[in-house]
């Protein structure tokens, strides 16, 4: 199984960009790399997933290098709503027991 | 399109007692998966259910177990539960990408 760490916090400013990095070293080849956003007492929230290169949706950017050891979520423009614990999952899209979850990091947005 | 939902928001037993959650998942998903997370913590993989077998298992003890229905929802089981066992338990359904339901917060006393 893939191991993967992530920073354990990160604080930033409204308006700003968040860049959240994700390091996967042992990422096999049929690895998909996830990012879940998750508010205290409720399910994590699908953000973004992606293989490769760099994948864009309406509300992140994910960029993954050629050798794929790491992955990096992009947050445009936080706002306070966005302060949240953000997981990254590396692992087989299709069997949860061969994907592994980071422990999160917690995203504190500032006024 | 109606999401994971999950039942019951809250759960509390006294230790000892078993205790049943159950998951409905997104109309179409055929996999469901169960994740324990203890307060403050990472998400711990506990269960995956496809097709109405089990698929995989985590590093839990054998008190844990489940069962998925013909209609693809599905039920945890923990028995003989333990003060340990206090946790928020989340049920994810899967066609790839997983999405989760709310959870079931349950508390051992």
């Known amino acids: 199984l893939a191991k993967t760490t992530q920073p354990i916090s990160m604080d930033s400013y409204e308006g700003q960009e968040v860049n959240i990095t994700c390091s996967h070293n042992n990422i096999a080849t049929n690895d998909y790399i996830t990012w879940y956003q998750q508010f205290p007492s409720q399910g994590p929230r699908f953000i973004i997933q992606?293989?490769?290169t760099k994948v864009t949706n309406e509300v992140a950017s994910l960029f993954i290098p050629a050798d794929r050891k790491s992955s990096t979520l992009s947050l445009p423009r936080v706002s306070l709503s966005d302060t949240a614990v953000y997981y990254c999952?590396?692992?087989?899209?299709?069997?949860?027991?061969?994907?592994?979850f980071g422990d999160g990091t917690t995203l504190t947005v500032k006024p | 399109e109606a999401g994971v939902t999950q039942s019951p928001t809250h759960l509390i037993k006294t230790r000892g007692q078993q205790a049943t959650l159950r998951c409905s998942p997104i109309s179409g998903h055929t996999s469901v998966y169960w994740y324990q997370q203890a307060l403050g913590l990472g998400l711990q993989f506990l269960l995956w259910?496809?097709?109405?077998?089990?698929?995989n298992r985590g590093n839990f003890p054998p008190r844990f177990s489940g069962r998925q229905f013909p209609n693809y929802s599905s039920e945890l089981n923990v028995n003989a539960l333990e003060l340990e066992d206090s946790a928020l338990y989340l049920c994810a359904s899967s066609l790839g990408e997983q999405f989760f339901g709310p959870g079931t917060r349950l508390t051992v006393l």
């Open positions: 999952l590396v692992g087989d899209r299709t069997n949860a027991g061969k994907s592994t």
């Open positions: 992606g293989y490769k």
């Open positions: 259910y496809d097709e109405g077998e089990e698929r």
